[in-house]
C-alpha cells in the first residue's frame, strides 16, 4: 500500500488527536490511521527503550521472536557469547558461553498479571488426538530466560528452580498476605544480577583450578608414584 505526502498530511491531525486522547504519555508508531485503534502503548518509566510496554494483537511467534531477540541483546550487552542453532526446531533457542561454561537456553515470553510475572514451561503442539503439552528437562536445557515486554526486563531461571513446573511464576512485590514460603523473587531472577553472580563463581573456580595446577604441576593430583 502506497499512500501519498498530501493524504498523510492530511490524515495527521487526527492520528495526533487519536495518540493523545488515547496513550498521552506513551510512543506509538502507526503504519496507517486505522491501526491507531489497535495499537497501545504503555509507557513504565525504565527509559527511551521502554517507551513502548505492550502491544496487541501479537501472536504466539512473534512474542516468542520478540523474546529472543530481547534476551540475545541483553545478554550480549553483558560480554556474553551467544549461538544460535543452524536449523529450528530444537528444544533449546540458544547457547550462552559463560566463561567456557556452554548453557542451553530456552526463551519464553512472561506475562504480568498484577505483581507476578508467568511463563509457560512447555511447548505445546496440536495432533489428532487434540492438545499435547510437553515440558523440558535437564537433559534437553539447562535455564529459561524470560522477557517481559511490560517491563522491558530479562530473567534467567536455572532449571534447578523450574524442573517438572508448568510454568514459571516470579514475584515482583510482597503478597498481600504476606506470604514468604515458596515464592520466586524476580529480583533474584534478573538476567544481569544472575549471570554475573555465574560468570564470577566461574572465574574464581579457573582460578583456584590454576593455582593448584601451578602447585602440583601438570600432571593430576595423585598421580605422581613415589619411588
Known sequence: MTISWASFSSARPAIRRACSSEVSGSLVLCASPQSV???????????????????????????????????????????????????????????????????????????????VLVARCYRARRNRDGLVRRLYTREEIDAYALYCLELDRCFFVPMAHAEGMQEIRLRLAPARNNQRKGIHWADDFDLAVTLRRHQGAVAQLGERESGTLEVTGSSPVGSIQPR
Open 37 to 115: 485503534a489497535r495499537v497501545v502503548g504503555v509507557s513504565n518509566g525504565h527509559g527511551p527503550a521502554d517507551a513502548i510496554a505492550r502491544l496487541s494483537r501479537v501472536t504466539t511467534d512473534q512474542k516468542g521472536a520478540i523474546a529472543e531477540l530481547a534476551v540475545q541483546l541483553a545478554a550480549t550487552k553483558l560480554g556474553i557469547d551467544v549461538y544460535r542453532p543452524v536449523a529450528e526446531g530444537g528444544r533449546y533457542d540458544m547457547i550462552f558461553d559463560l566463561v567456557g561454561d556452554l548453557v542451553r537456553v530456552q526463551c519464553k515470553w512472561a506475562s504480568r498479571y498484577g505483581d
